[in-house]
T-cell receptor
Framework: GNSVTQMEGPVTLSEEAFLTINCTYT??????LFWYVQYPGEGLQLLLK?????DKGSNKGFEATYRKETTSFHLEKGSVQVSDSAVYFC??????????FGTGTKLQVIP | EPEVTQTPSHQVTQMGQEVILRCVPI?????FYWYRQILGQKVEFLVS????????KSEIFDDQFSVERPDGSNFTLKIRSTKLEDSAMYFC????????????FGQGTRLTVV
């Protein structure tokens, strides 16, 4: 069945380090791919999205490219800040269908 | 910017009691969803609702759960007889307005069953 697999956390980085959180998906057809972020004690915010192969989503310095050949949508940021500490969820959706989430990766950035 | 709003933000209830969680989706959206997140765990799909009926539900969404869109703006999740294991954060989402069909999530209702 359809699923999303993302790397286990927690990930601990020093401020200004490079971030990669891996995400791969298994889905039929051409799903849309998302990264959601959940800051401590808060709800889910859409961070970025990509709706077709080779699309690059970007927001707040984060980027992810929809790679159909490797079924991946890895999240990257060149220089993380303490304020980026949160849980990041990779997710996909087939149009108006439900969003299916990965298990989440907790990121902790230390000064 | 339009947003999905949920009330209350926190609800404490005794085991066996009924609770209703309320959501106001974005006004021109057509698809509505409930998800839950047990503390520290993944976000799980419960149910989707379109055209005044359930379009999909998960195995979590058993007979204790029901959803309703009682008027043109509210979307509710009812848990008939709460159990301790229903304690979780419940998120409402909506999609299907103009533009791409990404889901917009509310801030969640933290349900604590004691």
């Amino acid at each position: 069945g359809n699923s999303v697999t993302q790397m286990e956390g927690p990930v601990t980085l020093s401020e200004e380090a490079f971030l990669t959180i891996n995400c791969t998906y298994t889905a039929t057809g051409y799903p849309s791919l998302f990264w959601y972020v959940q800051y401590p004690g808060e709800g889910l915010q859409l961070l970025l999205k990509a709706t077709k192969a080779d699309d690059k989503g970007s927001n707040k310095g984060f980027e992810a490219t929809y790679r159909k050949e490797t079924t991946s949508f890895h999240l990257e940021k060149g220089s993380v800040q303490v304020s980026d500490s949160a849980v990041y969820f990779c997710a996909y959706s087939g149009g108006y269908q439900k969003v299916t989430f990965g298990t989440g990766t907790k990121l902790q950035v230390i000064p | 910017e339009p947003e999905v709003t949920q009330t209350p933000s926190h609800q404490v209830t005794q085991m066996g009691q009924e609770v209703i969680l309320r959501c106001v989706p974005i006004s021109n959206h057509l698809y509505f969803y409930w998800y839950r997140q047990i503390l520290g765990q993944k976000v799980e799909f419960l149910v989707s609702f379109y055209n005044n009926e359930i379009s999909e539900k998960s195995e979590i969404f058993d007979d204790q759960f029901s959803v309703e869109r009682p008027d043109g703006s509210n979307f509710t999740l009812k848990i008939r007889s709460t159990k301790l294991e229903d304690s979780a954060m419940y998120f409402c989402a909506s999609s299907g307005g103009s533009g791409w069909a990404e889901a917009f999530f509310g801030q969640g209702t933290r349900l604590t069953v004691v």
